[in-house]
């Protein structure tokens, strides 16, 4: 059949077979949509040297897919399913073609459509067919290979379609930025005693909406007559309103250049939001950007996009009651000064964070996530450049992190950290982002759970909700809080706490492992346990990255007297759940030691619960505490820890007690551990572990040799060293 060419916007460069090229379809059209996801992000790719060409794409356009396939990479905007894209789709991924679904908009969740206030006034057909229409966006998201929204909450709940997510926030293009300047320029010279308030309702589906401030601004106009209330667009205006309708101008629906030109000559800016609707929840911060840019400041609903995009009193004002509408709306029209200083600050938040080249800069770093195999990593040495830092002494650090588990190693590091940290005197805040056997936990529940499992600190613990306070920087501490945290407007710089591989917690899930994977090209300044992960991450990453070394928390683990018994005991950390442990390795390697040392002690720790069970006696001493672990490891002549990926921290306990060490010969002990001087590093095969145990333990002197000089070793491990390491880094990227 012959197909059509669509609409096609003009390339932002001329197509080059040496440029990677982006065919962007747009889908929708409505209001200023198209330009801030397309439009703009045709800009902002041509600014990276890719080329792009835009096609509009409805159900009645045909397409000629044949061009389309001539680029890199499809990026679907809005686009249902249908039968060409899916041929398109289908025809890109037998090429080896990155597809993509951008949405800005909460459409394709069929659970929620009920969320969707408009939907309510549809006849029942046509109701109908806006919920097979839903079905058919949720068809096309799942059938690309990514997806790319303008709000955290959309990219998680992406996420929870099983599907990468990642968050590339609404910004000003060149032109509105152009006209933006001009308008701001010409406020300055502004002088009237009548104070507009403006309301913007880009199409007839915000009556609901309205309603949030509505009660606010019937008061607010009955008590301040030189108040004019302006709205542009289709909104059905409440009967409380009717009475002042000499004050109240209506606009009709207008282009962008329109709308920012009449958001100008207002005085106050509004953007009431549904609140409690997830629909409402998870659009982005368009009317805090545009009121922004030309320097009008903005009362909005408490709402996810506001409170993430705004401070509330210092470049905006939240509103989450009518109370609050109305005192926030008569204290900007009461004090001129203060509505040009948040106009004034909204506008360098909105230049800082949506400008064109903040739009650039983020695109940057995500291209490599979104085509990995097309888009290099940044090779730059210097990090996103995020705000200015907040203090000028102590530092305010906030850290996303995943629900902790008691007894896991990762999480005693982070928290290790952050308690030193605090004890140093910066403000930790930490956020702990819930999966499941917290989900209702309260901030102060969260907080003793830390406490009893991790020790007492200064920090402040809360539940995550979706956002971040400011501060001077932000730490994530595993993969998915670096999706969350690279889709947050606060925080300041972004770091990552990598204290391992992350990747290879996968090794037979390639969609969870390419998203770990990704984390390390989102642009956070890495700091990593140990030096191997730094220079695995600058070399294949091109990351930038810094380390700390490893500790041990001698308070808990030093060597017991009287604990060793007469037989010889060795001990192994064995995992059969954590493939990068090496169980079955190990458990081959004792299965040759127990024939020729059948009186020797093993005992394995770490799980409750082993399978392939030894076929050799054996003790499982399972999960312990830390007094416990620091007790076994004092009562064993040698432990073994098989570290496939970054070092464990259980070896440097087991020396730290007296325990003479068998590990994985690898560069990743580089500096931390040496053959024959303060470990037995072997080969990765079973027969070799064995020999090194034998050796270690038929030979007493080589073995009190082993133990003194790893002893003499770990004094010298310190986690509170460890946390100035990374004071030091902060300190110096802050100042």
């Known amino acids: 059949m012959q197909v059509v060419l669509p609409t096609l916007v003009a390339s932002a460069r001329s197509h080059s077979i040496l440029s990677i090229s982006y065919f962007i379809a747009s889908g929708c059209q409505i209001a200023t949509t198209h330009l801030y996801r397309c439009i703009h992000l045709q800009e902002q790719l041509g600014d990276l040297g890719r080329d792009a060409e835009i096609a509009i794409w409805n159900d009645e356009a045909q397409v000629d897919l044949e061009r389309a396939l001539r680029f890199d990479v499809i990026w679907l905007y809005r686009i249902p399913m249908n039968g060409p894209l899916g041929s398109l789709i289908e025809q890109a991924r037998s090429l080896g073609k990155p597809v993509i679904f951008d949405t800005d908009d909460l459409i394709f969740e069929p659970e929620l459509v009920d969320q969707q206030r408009a939907v309510e006034k549809l006849s029942p057909n046509e109701q109908r067919m806006h919920a097979e229409g839903v079905q058919r966006y949720l068809q096309t998201l799942e059938a690309c290979d990514t997806v790319v929204t303008a709000t955290p909450l959309l990219a998680?709940?992406?996420?929870?379609?099983?599907?990468?997510?990642?968050?590339?926030?609404?910004?000003?293009?060149?032109?509105?930025?152009?006209?933006?300047?001009?308008?701001?320029?010409?406020?300055?010279?502004?002088?009237?005693?009548?104070?507009?308030?403006?309301?913007?309702?880009?199409?007839?589906?915000?009556?609901?909406?309205?309603?949030?401030?509505?009660?606010?601004?019937?008061?607010?106009?009955?008590?301040?007559?030189?108040?004019?209330?302006?709205?542009?667009?289709?909104?059905?205006?409440?009967?409380?309103l009717a009475i002042f309708d000499r004050r109240v101008r209506r606009f009709p629906l207008t282009g962008w250049r329109e709308w920012i030109t009449l958001l100008s000559d207002s005085d106050i800016a509004i953007a009431p939001l549904e609140r409690g609707n997830i629909f409402c929840r998870a659009k982005s911060e368009?009317?805090?950007?545009?009121?922004?840019?030309?320097?009008?400041?903005?009362?909005?609903?408490?709402?996810?996009?506001?409170?993430?995009?705004?401070?509330?009193?210092?470049?905006?004002?939240?509103?989450?009651?009518?109370?609050?509408?109305?005192?926030?709306?008569?204290?900007?029209?009461?004090?001129?000064?203060?509505?040009?200083?948040?106009?004034?600050?909204?506008?360098?938040?909105?230049?800082?964070?949506?400008?064109?080249?903040?739009?650039?800069?983020?695109?940057?770093?995500?291209?490599?996530?979104?085509?990995?195999?097309?888009?290099?990593?940044?090779?730059?040495?210097?990090?996103?450049?995020?705000?200015?830092?907040?203090?000028a002494r102590s530092l305010k650090i906030n850290w996303l992190v995943p629900e902790p588990f008691a007894k896991a190693g990762g999480d005693m590091g982070i928290f290790r950290i952050i308690r030193y940290l605090a004890e140093f005197g910066h403000r930790c805040e930490v956020y702990v982002v819930t999966y499941n056997s917290m989900t209702n936990y309260a901030s102060d529940q969260i907080r003793s759970y830390v406490e009893k499992n991790f020790g007492e600190t200064a920090a402040q613990y809360r539940r995550f909700e979706g956002e971040i306070e400011n501060a001077d920087c932000s730490f994530a501490t595993f993969w998915p809080t670096v999706e969350i945290l690279s889709g947050l407007l606060k925080g300041g710089r972004r770091y990552y706490l990598v204290q391992d591989f992350e990747p290879d917690f996968y090794p037979d899930d390639p969609l969870h492992y390419r998203r770990a994977e990704n984390t390390y090209r989102a642009g956070l300044h890495c700091i990593t346990l140990g030096p191997w992960l730094t220079r695995r991450l600058r070399k294949s990453y091109k990351a930038q990255a810094d380390y700390f070394d490893f500790a041990v928390d001698h308070d808990i683990y030093w060597p017991k007297q009287g604990v060793r018994p007469k037989q010889q005991r060795i001990c192994f950390y064995a995992r059969p759940a954590t493939p990068r442990r090496g169980y079955e390795l190990g458990l081959a390697a004792f299965e040759l030691l127990s024939r020729e040392m059948p009186e020797l002690?093993?005992?394995?720790?770490?799980?409750?619960?082993?399978?392939?069970?030894?076929?050799?006696?054996?003790?499982?001493?399972?999960?312990?505490?830390?007094?416990?672990?620091?007790?076994?490891?004092?009562?064993?002549?040698?432990?073994?820890?098989?570290?496939?990926?970054?070092?464990?921290?259980?070896?440097?306990?087991?020396?730290?007690?007296?325990?003479?060490?068998?590990?994985?010969?690898?560069?990743?002990?580089?500096?931390?551990?040496?053959?024959?001087?303060?470990?037995?590093?072997?080969?990765?095969?079973?027969?070799?572990?064995?020999?090194?145990?034998?050796?270690?333990?038929?030979?007493?002197?080589?073995?009190?040799?082993?133990?003194?000089?790893?002893?003499?070793?770990?004094q010298k491990m310190s986690w509170r060293e460890s946390a100035r390491q990374i004071e030091e880094i902060l300190r110096r990227d802050n100042s």
């Open 156 to 240: 998680e709940l992406a996420r929870r379609r099983a599907k990468p997510a990642y968050v590339h926030r609404n910004c000003l293009g060149r032109e509105m930025t152009a006209l933006a300047a001009e308008l701001y320029a010409r406020r300055r010279d502004r002088a009237r005693d009548q104070v507009v308030i403006t309301y913007g309702s880009g199409t007839a589906t915000h009556d609901r909406d309205f309603e949030e401030a509505a009660p606010a601004l019937a008061e607010i106009l009955a008590r301040f007559r030189e108040v004019e209330l302006w709205i542009a667009g289709p909104l059905a205006l409440p009967g409380s």
């Open 601 to 714: 002690q093993i005992v394995f720790f770490g799980a409750d619960e082993v399978s392939p069970a030894p076929s050799f006696p054996f003790t499982n001493y399972g999960k312990l505490q830390q007094e416990e672990l620091a007790a076994l490891f004092s009562s064993c002549d040698a432990g073994v820890v098989l570290s496939l990926s970054n070092p464990s921290f259980v070896p440097l306990e087991m020396i730290a007690c007296g325990c003479v060490v068998v590990e994985m010969a690898s560069d990743r002990w580089d500096g931390i551990l040496t053959h024959r001087r303060d470990a037995w590093l072997v080969e990765k095969t079973p027969r070799a572990i064995a020999e090194g145990l034998k050796t270690i333990l038929t030979n007493k002197g080589l073995r009190e040799q082993l133990r003194n000089n790893a002893l003499r070793r770990s």
């Open 286 to 391: 368009i009317k805090f950007i545009e009121s922004g840019a030309v320097g009008v400041p903005l009362v909005a609903s408490e709402i996810d996009p506001f409170r993430d995009a705004m401070t509330d009193g210092e470049d905006g004002l939240l509103a989450p009651n009518e109370n609050k509408w109305i005192e926030s709306l008569a204290f900007l029209i009461e004090q001129p000064n203060e509505r040009k200083r948040m106009g004034d600050r909204a506008r360098v938040l909105v230049i800082d964070r949506h400008s064109p080249r903040a739009g650039s800069r983020g695109l940057r770093y995500l291209l490599p996530q979104l085509a990995p195999e097309l888009e290099q990593p940044v090779g730059s040495k210097k990090t996103v450049r995020w705000p200015r830092r907040l203090s």
